[in-house]
Structure formats: C-alpha cells, structure tokens
C-alpha cells in the first residue's frame, strides 16, 4: 500500500521560509516521478514542482522558479521541498504525490496516482 505523508507546512511571515517533506512508502519508487501541488480555498489544484526520483531532474511551475527547490534522498525515501521568501498567495494546502513507475515528471494532476494527506502552509502578511 502506497503511503505519502507530508510535514513541515506551518505559519511564516512574508519573506519566510519553510522545508516540507514527503516520507514515501509501500512500494519502489526509484522509477517514479515525485510532484508537489498546491491548493488554495476555492481554487484548483496546481502544480508546483516534480522531480525524476533516479535521475534527479526536476521541473517547476513558474510561481516556484528561483524561489522553490525540489530534491529528494534516497536513502531516506524522502522528497522536500524548500520554499523561501514566501508570499501570501503561497498560502494553500500542499500535496505531494508520485507517478506510477516508469511516470516522467509532469505538471498536470493525471501524471500521479498516489496522493499524500496534505499539509498547511500559510504564509501572513
């Protein structure tokens, strides 16, 4: 049984920073592609940034780039995501999910099957 569980969202001032983690379980996820997404009250689901498990190569949607980081350790079977100089509009429930194996990093919600709880990060201004 494939287990996703995130940590590490909080409160934070604007201008913060905050590292979510991604404890990955129940099965190999060395072929999978890992994701972050974010969902604000009333608004969809976005993407925010994936990475290749094995190869390491990442993505990100443009509200992450240059202030969002992606990484994972393998033998933690972890995947963080380290968010700096945070705004408000970062506020929303993050999710992290994977892809089946095989799955290349994607930026829409169909590319992941497996979804963890969520965690909240709000950010104040």
């Known amino acids: 049984q494939v287990q996703l569980v995130e940590s590490g969202g909080g409160l934070v001032r604007t201008g913060g920073s905050l590292m979510l983690s991604c404890v990955a379980s129940?099965?190999?996820?060395?072929?999978?592609?890992m994701g972050w997404f974010r969902q604000a009250p009333g608004k969809e689901r976005e993407f925010v940034a994936a990475i290749n498990w094995r190869a390491g190569t990442t993505d990100y949607a443009d509200v992450g780039k240059g202030r969002f980081t992606i990484s994972r350790d393998n033998a933690k079977n972890t995947v963080y995501l380290q968010m700096n100089s945070l705004k408000p509009e970062d506020t929303a429930v993050y999710y992290c999910?994977?892809?089946?194996?095989?799955?290349?990093?994607?930026?829409?919600?169909?590319?992941?099957?497996?979804w963890g709880q969520g965690t909240q990060v709000t950010v104040s201004s």
């Open positions: 999910a994977a892809s089946p194996p095989g799955g290349k990093i994607g930026s829409s919600k169909v590319d992941y099957n497996s």
């Open positions: 129940g099965r190999t996820f060395s072929y999978s592609a």
